[in-house]
């Protein structure tokens, strides 16, 4: 199941530098999703896309922006890495929004140091 | 209060045991979701549902809108069952997103 890749699979980069994960989607879905997972915390949204050119916030959206300029392309963008943002990432998507299921990328570990 | 709660957190039973995990939630959904991650690996959706009932292989899972609670049951369980199972809802009119729980963590043993 190749519905969706995200890249890189593991990074380590340093504080103050810029990060972009990258999630690709072959399922022609609308919606995209990234969210954050750590230990003792449900994943949590960070940003949210329900079409091309058209993002929103999440939760825990600080620190962080998206772009989506095509249908299958969902870019993360960490402005400047801090410490607190290392955390296992993932992507995630569905289609014709409620009441549908929902596809997972095997997700991006990465670590700020 | 989190908006999803899971119980237990962490669960250890041996091969062929019955296995119940439960999810709660307080808030208005179109549909809740149980989820399966390994250790190290992705996240796969094991069900949707809005009501009823849903049964697949050894997994079956309950809900009860008027009560806002989901079980997930794994019959004969199996060390390859071992994972995260993770409960979310995803609620009318918020472009699908989805509210996790922390998840319920299960060892299988021989």
């Known amino acids: 199941d190749a519905g969706i890749t995200q890249s890189p699979r593991h990074k380590v980069t340093e504080t103050g530098t810029p990060v972009t994960l990258r999630c690709h989607q072959t399922e022609n879905h609308r919606y995209m999703y990234w969210y954050r997972q750590d230990p003792g915390h449900g994943l949590r949204l960070i940003h949210y896309?329900?079409?091309?050119?058209?993002?929103d916030k999440g939760e825990v959206s600080d620190g962080y922006s998206v772009s989506r300029s095509k249908t299958e392309d969902f870019l993360l963008t960490l402005e400047s890495a801090t410490s607190s943002q290392t955390s296992v990432y993932f992507c995630?998507?569905?289609?014709?929004?409620?009441?549908?299921?929902?596809?997972f990328g095997s997700g991006t570990r990465l670590t700020v140091v | 209060k989190n908006e999803v709660e899971q119980s237990p957190q962490n669960l250890t039973a041996q091969e062929g045991e019955f296995i119940t995990i439960n999810c709660s939630y307080s808030v208005g959904i179109s549909a809740l979701h149980w989820l399966q991650q390994h250790p190290g690996g992705g996240i796969v959706s094991l069900f949707m549902?809005?009501?009823g009932k849903k049964k697949h292989g050894r997994l079956i899972a309950t809900i009860n809108i008027q009560e806002k609670h989901s079980s997930l049951h794994i019959t004969a369980s199996h060390p390859r069952d071992s994972a995260v199972y993770i409960c979310?809802?995803?609620?009318?009119?918020?472009?699908?997103?989805?509210?996790f729980g922390t998840g319920t963590r299960l060892q299988v043993t021989l």
């Open positions: 549902l809005s009501s």
């Open positions: 995630a998507t569905t289609t014709y929004g409620q009441g549908y299921g929902y596809t």
């Open positions: 896309s329900y079409g091309v050119k058209d993002t």
């Open positions: 979310a809802v995803s609620s009318s009119g918020t472009a699908s997103k989805l509210t």
